[in-house]
């Protein structure tokens, strides 16, 4: 039955969780490849595999930050990030450009949840501050929230770690610009 239909589901270490049977990855594809069908003590021998075949399992592991692909997809999801924030003093570069980058990714090791939490949380303090941006110095006021955590289970890898105590960039020291609008040029002398 074909429904023309696309659904994304997410779900925490699909293939050892039982909802699918055991598999791996193809290095060459990327999509997740199941052992055959055992013979089950059934009337339908390939009821076992009904589950599995309807689903293409994508598995989506935390950004890389140790080559150049990695870092450029990561500024890149950071660049689709910072498109839509709405704080008065956004700014193109604000998420991409300096030291931000890599003071996000230290911050949540590239696991794409924790940096939504982040942000998230970081958007709301720079709205209720006032400060309408997003700064490493702000950033570093917001303790990552995973909300209650009972009933996840650490051992299979539904609790990111969340680092902790991460250093802020040093600011570079800027000179302050002075307006220079009225400063003599030098220009043809009066009554001459």
């Known amino acids: ?11 925490v270490d699909i ?13 060459r594809t ?5 052992s055959p069908a055992k013979t089950a003590k059934s009337f ?32 890149q999801h950071l660049a689709g990030i910072e498109g839509r924030l709405r704080l008065l003093r956004a700014r193109p570069g604000m998420l991409t450009e ?28 720079a709205m209720e501050s006032g400060a309408e941006e997003l700064t490493p110095e702000l950033l570093s006021t917001i303790q990552i929230n995973l909300g209650n955590l009972d009933d996840r289970d650490p051992t299979a890898g539904e609790i990111p770690e969340v680092p902790h105590n991460v250093p802020v960039p040093a600011r570079k020291a800027r000179k302050k610009d002075r307006n220079s609008v009225f400063d003599d040029r030098g220009g043809s002398v009066a009554g001459g």
């Open 30 to 34: 990327g999509q997740w490849v199941f």
């Open 98 to 125: 300096g030291e931000m980058p890599e003071y996000l990714f230290r911050r949540t090791h590239g696991i794409v949840g924790l940096l939504k939490r982040l942000i998230e949380d970081g958007c709301t303090e």
């Open 15 to 27: 293939p050892r969780s039982g909802l699918l049977r055991s598999g791996y990855p193809d290095p």
């Open 1 to 11: 039955m074909d429904l023309n239909v696309t659904l994304v589901l997410i779900g």
């Open 44 to 75: 339908n021998p390939s009821a076992v595999t009904q589950t599995e075949r309807r689903f293409d399992l994508v598995d989506l592991a935390p950004f890389d930050y140790d080559s150049a692909e990695g870092m450029t997809a990561f500024v």
